[in-house]
């Protein structure tokens, strides 16, 4: 960020190409992973400026300083690229996909109880009271504001359109401590937690190089360190699901670097923590 933050000025006047380089593959490292939307966001602020991020897997990490060297020396792609070697040099690009035909899982069940963090935002309570209107369960959400007059009263409003019920608890996730306490409490209070849809974001818009690192770490620090948090908190749970909220903005974003970047995060991390539980 740093880096640039300091080049984003002097880019307007020529090229710069600064190649990152990973000693693993992609997917291995989600803080790594990410770099790549910080990249495309930086590109998509000063079209001079382009980070390249090279990521080694096992066979071809030997290898990985005249690989680099040659990326260096060659024509440097016009946009800033995402390039894996393992062996092979491929470059990461976003393809089509296709969905899949196989019946969906039932994720929500009556009697279930489902924290929401984040659940107190505008898109929260739509999501709440349309799961709330098929299912009995009980519905958690939490947010960095005390449980004022306000609040209460929304969540009241909200629990009156349901089957089953929303509750309000306050938590920064960002917070360690206080998220595994929120997480005690609520196994204290209701004996389990069955999943988890993590809605938590923020937002303080400006080009990097009106931005200071302080606000950047605050900033993707809700998705980043809000989803760690969330995730060691209820390791030892046997949980049906963990949903993060991201956004295309893992794909650049303009004036959001920090959000991109937390976007691309949890991204990557889903991919990485499905792996995990699949190994």
């Given amino acids: 960020?740093?880096?640039?933050?300091?080049?984003?000025?002097?880019?307007?006047?020529?090229?710069?190409?600064?190649?990152?380089?990973?000693?693993?593959?992609?997917?291995?490292?989600?803080?790594?992973?990410?770099?790549t939307a910080?990249?495309?966001?930086?590109?998509?602020?000063?079209?001079?400026l382009r980070f390249h991020t090279l990521f080694f897997g096992r066979e071809a990490a030997s290898d990985w300083q005249s690989l680099t060297l040659a990326e260096?020396?060659?024509?440097?792609?016009?946009v800033p690229a995402?390039?894996?070697?393992?062996?092979?040099?491929?470059?990461?690009?976003?393809?089509?996909?296709?969905?899949?035909?196989?019946?969906?899982?039932?994720?929500?069940?009556?009697?279930g109880v489902y924290l929401v963090p984040g659940g107190s935002g505008e898109l929260g309570r739509r999501l709440i009271a349309r799961l709330g209107q098929d299912i009995?369960?009980?519905?958690i959400a939490c947010g960095r504001s005390a449980a004022e007059a306000d609040q209460n009263a929304a969540i009241a409003t909200l629990s009156s359109g349901m089957r089953g019920r929303a509750l309000y608890r306050q938590c920064d996730i960002t917070d360690g401590a206080r998220t595994d306490e929120l997480i005690g409490q609520i196994l204290t209070e209701h004996g389990?937690?069955?999943?988890?849809?993590?809605?938590?974001?923020?937002?303080?818009?400006?080009?990097?190089?009106?931005?200071?690192?302080?606000?950047?770490?605050?900033?993707?620090?809700a998705k980043v360190q809000g989803t760690?948090?969330?995730?060691?908190?209820?390791?030892a749970l046997d949980l049906d699901f963990f949903v993060a909220f991201s956004s295309l903005?893992?794909?650049?974003?303009?004036?959001?670097?920090?959000?991109?970047?937390?976007?691309?995060?949890?991204?990557?991390?889903?991919?990485?923590?499905?792996?995990?539980?699949a190994a």
């Fill in 136 to 139: 009995d369960a009980t519905f």
């Fill in 72 to 78: 260096i020396t060659s024509k440097p792609p016009a």
């Fill in 228 to 235: 760690i948090n969330l995730d060691r908190a209820t390791a």
């Fill in 82 to 111: 995402c390039l894996r070697f393992n062996p092979d040099r491929t470059t990461r690009v976003l393809g089509e996909g296709e969905a899949e035909r196989t019946p969906a899982p039932v994720w929500f069940r009556d009697g």
């Fill in 192 to 221: 389990k937690i069955d999943g988890i849809v993590n809605l938590v974001t923020a937002h303080d818009d400006a080009y990097i190089f009106r931005k200071n690192w302080d606000t950047f770490d605050k900033v993707s620090a």
């Fill in 1 to 35: 960020f740093c880096l640039a933050s300091a080049l984003m000025e002097d880019a307007f006047g020529r090229e710069i190409d600064i190649f990152h380089v990973a000693l693993e593959d992609f997917a291995r490292r989600p803080a790594i992973d990410a770099i």
């Fill in 249 to 277: 903005a893992s794909l650049g974003l303009a004036g959001g670097s920090d959000y991109a970047y937390g976007c691309a995060f949890q991204n990557s991390f889903a991919a990485w923590r499905a792996g995990e539980v």
């Fill in 38 to 48: 910080f990249a495309k966001s930086a590109f998509l602020e000063n079209a001079h």
